[in-house]
């Protein structure tokens, strides 16, 4: 976001996209879809990063996932 500017959102999705459809721990691809659409749905860096710790700390089972 840093490097790219407010561009850097719209960019963010297409990659986070390609991870979040491969990462099984997330569920279901039906699952996983709904996680992508969720995601696309933010339009703001600091929402995004957030919302990706938290998708992190769901896939690792990690407590802050709660």
Known sequence: HAFYG???VRI???HVRW???KLVAL????????W???FNA???APAQLE???ALGARAT???MAA
Do not use: F, N
Request: aromatic share 6%; hydrophobic share 25%; proline share 7%.
């Open 27 to 34: 569920g279901s691809e039906t699952q996983r879809h709904r």
């Open 6 to 8: 407010p561009a850097g």
């Open 42 to 44: 933010l339009d703001e």
């Open 12 to 14: 963010m999705r297409k």
């Open 36 to 38: 992508i659409r969720a």
């Open 19 to 21: 991870y979040l459809e």
């Open 61 to 63: 089972g990690s407590p």
């Open 51 to 53: 919302y990706l710790h």
